[in-house]
């Protein structure tokens, strides 16, 4: 039966590190680390995230603010909005909550946020620093995923990587990070053929296709390591991953559930990151 790989636990200890780090800048009489969100319509899940991500600042000690938006919203007056909190010395981080309307470039409010505010890790320099290895932040999820092996004492070096699916967020980051510590990934989408096969050899696999139970447990190696990206709701309200999680737990030595394992850390790494924007605040 495969360990656990327990999101909530690993992040729990990252927000008491956290909150100890934020003391001290408290302490030394600076303003804590400041979050801005910005919140576009009125989709039940983004409001449901921003609520999670504004109750983890809380909890440790980072000042969160929010701005909610109407979906007609137009695309100048969301720019305007995050330029107003580039210019604002008192905000750390920005984070514009997806999806956007679709009459707002989701590429255009990426690139607007200043790279050293963007804590979500999707603006091009931070894209392009982190594609090779020069630093800059890091997406939350891809940053939270691997946290999550390192802090479960899972070393990928040498090791069949495989990465099933390519969005700018998750996939491609992901191989990236793992290619940085010395996997041999592969990289697999929609239209990668034998899809099967090169599940069935990962030593290491990471899952993010978005598309319920899509990796069946039959394929996957025994002894892999299993990173389940994916949350998706069934019509009768269950919440499954792209894994089919019985039968590939059986087979696996670990594997994320789902929820509870990379969530949580996603969260976790968004703290993080907004933390280390406030850190710059302060001259080595």
């Known amino acids: 039966m495969a360990v656990l790989l327990d999101g909530r636990a690993i992040s729990a200890e990252i927000k ?3 909150a100890i780090q934020v003391r001290v800048i408290v302490d030394a009489g600076a303003a804590p680390p400041s979050l801005a969100v910005i919140l576009v319509g009125e989709n039940p899940a983004s409001h449901l995230y921003v609520k999670t991500k504004r109750k983890a600042c809380e909890q440790v000690g980072i000042r969160s603010t929010l701005l909610h938006v109407p979906a007609t919203v137009t695309e100048q007056e969301l720019l305007d909005q995050i330029s107003v909190r580039n210019e604002d010395p008192s905000v750390d981080g920005i984070l514009v909550q997806l999806p956007l309307p679709l009459h707002v470039s989701r590429q ?3 690139s607007a946020i200043l790279p050293e505010k963007d804590i979500d890790g999707f ?3 931070n894209v392009g620093y982190s594609s090779m290895g020069l630093g800059g932040f890091k997406p939350c999820t891809p940053r939270g995923i691997m946290e999550l092996l390192l802090r479960n004492g899972i070393k990928v070096a040498g090791r069949d990587a495989v990465v099933v699916g390519r969005s700018h967020i998750v996939g491609r980051p992901t191989a990236w990070l793992l290619t ?3 996997a041999t990934v592969t990289a697999c989408h929609s239209r990668t053929a034998a899809l ?5 050899r990962a030593e290491v696999l990471v899952v993010a296709a978005g598309r319920p139970r899509l990796i069946p ?3 996957i190696r025994d002894g892999a390591v299993v990173v389940d990206v994916g949350q998706n709701r069934l019509p009768d309200g269950r919440l499954v991953g792209d894994v089919c999680f019985q ?3 059986p087979r696996a030595s670990c594997i994320t559930p789902v929820p509870g394992g990379v969530g949580p850390m996603t969260v976790a790494m968004l703290l993080k990151n907004t ?3 406030a850190l710059r605040r302060f001259p080595a």
């Open 123 to 125: 603006h091009p320099e």
């Open 217 to 219: 447990g039959e394929w």
């Open 247 to 249: 039968e590939a737990e």
């Open 180 to 182: 940085a510590a010395d």
């Open 16 to 18: 008491t590190e956290i």
């Open 275 to 277: 933390l280390e924007a």
């Open 108 to 110: 255009k409010v990426f």
């Open 196 to 200: 099967e096969a090169h599940v069935r």
